[in-house]
C-alpha cells in the first residue's frame, strides 16, 4: 500500500517525512525538501528522454565504425564525401583493428558499426554482406613473365597476424613452395607498397593491390589464394537508432 512504501521510504532515508494526526497527513520539512528535488529529478529525467528520442529517430549523434586500416582506405572515402555532408549533426569516430578484434567490440557495444572480414556468427549481431576479396601472392608487374618456382628466393612480405596469409602460405608450402627469406611485416599498405616497388612478392588480399597498386601489382599465376567475406555488421538492437541504421546503409550501397 501507499502507507507501506511511505514507511520504507522514510525507513531508507532514516527521516520522517509526514506527520500524521487524526486530521490527515502533512508533510514535514524533509518531506517538502524531497517532493521539491524529486520534481527536479523528473523535469531532468524527461529532458534526457526527450534528447535519447530524438537521437534514436534523427541522424545526428556520435557514431563508431571499426574496420581494418587496409579496408577502410577503399571503402570510407566514398562515405565522407558523399554521406557525410548530408547530416551535419552526425559525428564519426573511426577505430582501426584487426576484423576478429572489431567484431569483438561491436559486441561488446563499443563500436557500433564494424566493417569486417570473415566475422563470426553471433546472436547479438547483424550481418550485412558487403564484397568478396581473395588473398593471395602479388609481384609488380615488371616481373609477370616470371613464373611462381623462380620466386622463391625473393623476400615475401606477410602479416603473420592474419588467418588469411598464414593460410595462403601454408598452402603454398602443401605444394612444395618454399620461400627462403619471408619478412613479417604488421602493414597491408606497406606490404603492397614494398612489393609494387620491386622489393619482393606479398601476399595480400586484391582489393589492397587494386587499390595501392596503382596496376603496378599482379597476381602470381598458379598461386593458392583464400577466400574473404567482407561483411558490415551491428548490434541488434542498433536498428532502433536511425543515425546506425543510415551509416550501415550506406556503407551496403558502396558495396
Known sequence: SLSEALQRLEKGLGAKLVDRSRKGVIPTRAGEELARRADELLEKWEAIARVAQAEMSEVAGLVTIGCHSAVGAYVLPPLMKDFLPQYPRLQLRIV???SRKVTEEVIRGTIDVGLV???????????HPWGKDEFTLFMPAAWRRRKLSELQDQPLFMNPDLNQAEEVLAKARKAKLEFTRIVPCASLELIATLTREGGGIGILPGRVAAAIGGGKLVAVPGAPHYADEICVIHRVESRGVRAIREVVAALVRKG
Not at 121 to 127: A, S
Open 96 to 98: 582501426s583493428d584487426l
Open 117 to 127: 572480414v570473415n566475422p563470426v556468427r553471433h546472436l547479438d549481431l547483424v550481418l
